[in-house]
């Protein structure tokens, strides 16, 4: 987790971006309406369609507002 400029934000993977948000929301510890995210990349899938070649990774940050309550 970093705290930048104010900001507050994590970069997490997961096995599809779904699943990668529900991470960055279980790590921020507020609800997804209080959260930016960004899509760095999808998932891909491996030889033959499998699953799990490389995951999916977003960036997730916490919008001003809900910094303020926090705080």
Do not use: D, H
């Not at 987790?1 to 507050?8: F, R, T």
């Amino acid at each position: 987790m970093e705290n930048i400029k104010g900001k507050i934000e994590v970069e997490v993977e997961g096995g599809t971006v779904e699943e990668a948000v529900k991470k960055a929301i279980i790590l921020l510890k507020v609800p997804k309406s209080q959260i930016k995210i960004k899509v760095l990349s999808e998932e891909s899938r491996g030889l033959f369609g499998m699953e799990g070649a490389r995951p999916a990774r977003v960036r997730a940050t916490i919008i001003a507002a809900s910094l303020k309550k926090k705080a």
